[in-house]
């Protein structure tokens, strides 16, 4: 490993000297010049290019994105043509040597121009700087004629780990390859997604449930090939992976048992996304079904995660299981003296001429006991429609009964109590005469 290390260290040393030689310095200049026009002309131009841009209209956010770029990049994109017309220039007048060094500058603008261009297509930030640093140092690498030197030189950066030998050229090998497998996987899985989602002869659980398994075989593809493209000797690793997946087991039983149970869910379609639920307090609709949690938007805006394994081992009532249609009840009371016929027929007619109330599954009103001050009665009612909210239906209805008996002379009665004193007389109070 030293004597590679001695190896780099005297390439570099020669080359450092060699600038100092009397074309090298002249390119050197020629370079700065450049730099210093390339920076005065995007000085000039830059305003103006914004303002351009400022008046464009219509513009889709991914178009406006690369024109920032490229106002972003302007001095390097000015400095690259610049530099290559310097170099053909040279080439055509005076000997190739005279401009070698600026031809290896030319190629590095250029590379490095294309890497920052291209690395915008990655969406994350962090993601975007670790592959734009990496592919400059690569590519600087490869155009400087050092990339066999720092290969031998990773390579010789080792460890044991049982019977297999890991180099650092071997991990970054690993992650470059793994990373760019993950981003091929990822892309594909989108696609996949969006026409599974499209496809409308599939039930709603059952596409989420081709999506998860679609993702899990492409990214669980991509690591394995990765592994195998750098020469990791998978026996070794299943043997690992497994004891892995006891300690894991053992210590994340939650987690897997959630895992599990949207496996479950998602298999038995007891819950879809749409569905209207309701667990213990919570009342609202299914957003999404997650490989963890299930999310439940409810009718005051908030979204609760409930983990998959309460919605198997609680009583969830699904309001819209195998249809739409929901009935609902309500319950009140009128005086003795109102005709029941009566009432029952008013009542009827009010909760029917209630939007959200369907009419081809008509209401119905009984009497269910005489009570100690009223008739009492329950009003059922059916709606298809649950996602509007269950409260504001009822409010409704309860209002179209109060319109209709007050229209009608029908009362509702409040308990009165009448205290009769037997026997002797009040006691009076102390003090009182």
Request: hydrophobic share 50%; with cysteine.
């Amino acid at each position: 490993m030293f004597g590679i290390i001695q190896g780099v260290w005297g390439d570099a040393r020669l080359f450092a000297l060699s600038l100092l030689r009397e074309w090298n310095v002249y390119q050197i200049a020629i370079a700065l010049v450049l730099a210093i026009a390339a920076h005065l002309l995007a000085g000039l131009l830059g305003p103006r290019y914004r303002d351009w841009l400022k008046r464009r209209q219509g513009l889709r956010m991914w178009q406006m994105r690369w024109l920032l770029t490229f106002h972003k990049r302007l001095r390097l994109i000015l400095f690259v043509p610049l530099i290559w017309l310097t170099v053909w220039a040279m080439r055509a007048v005076t000997w190739p040597s005279r401009s070698y060094l600026l031809a290896i500058m030319a190629e590095l603008a250029t590379a490095w121009l294309l890497i920052a261009l291209l690395s915008r297509l990655i969406p994350n930030g962090f993601l975007r700087g670790l592959v734009r640093a990496g592919a400059w140092a690569w590519v600087t690498l490869s155009i400087l004629g050092l990339t066999e030197e720092v290969r031998l030189l990773l390579s010789s950066l080792s460890f044991e780990l049982g019977e297999a030998r890991l180099s650092l050229w071997m991990i970054l090998q690993a992650a470059v390859i793994i990373g760019a497998l993950f981003a091929a996987a990822r892309f594909v899985s989108r696609i996949l997604s969006d026409r599974i989602q499209r496809n409308e002869d599939l039930s709603p659980s059952l596409r989420v449930l081709m999506v998860k398994l679609a993702q899990v075989l492409l990214f669980a593809a991509a690591f394995f090939i990765g592994l195998r493209a750098v020469g990791v000797d998978l026996t070794g690793l299943a043997v690992l992976s497994g004891a892995i997946g006891v300690g894991l087991g053992f210590g994340l039983q939650k987690v897997v048992s959630n895992l599990v149970s949207g496996v479950i869910l998602l298999l038995d379609r007891s819950i879809k996304p749409g569905d209207v639920i309701s667990l213990g307090e919570t009342f609202g609709w299914i957003n999404m079904l997650g490989a963890r949690y299930v999310s439940i938007t409810t009718r005051d805006g908030k979204e609760y995660l409930i983990p998959n394994e309460d919605l198997i081992t609680g009583q969830v009532v699904n309001w819209s299981h195998s249809d739409q249609y929901v009935r609902l009840d309500i319950h009140f009371g009128t005086a003795y003296g109102d005709d029941p016929h009566k009432v029952r027929r008013i009542a009827i007619d009010a909760a029917q001429n209630v939007s959200r109330v369907l009419s081809e599954r008509p209401p119905v009103c009984h009497i269910t006991g005489f009570g100690d001050s009223s008739i009492d009665y329950i009003l059922r009612f059916w709606i298809n429609d649950p996602t509007g909210g269950l409260t504001n239906i009822r409010g409704n209805v309860y209002l179209a009964l109060w319109d209709a008996f007050q229209e009608n002379g029908i009362s509702i009665p409040f308990p009165q109590r009448e205290v009769r004193v037997l026997g002797g007389t009040m006691p009076k109070a102390d003090g009182a005469e």
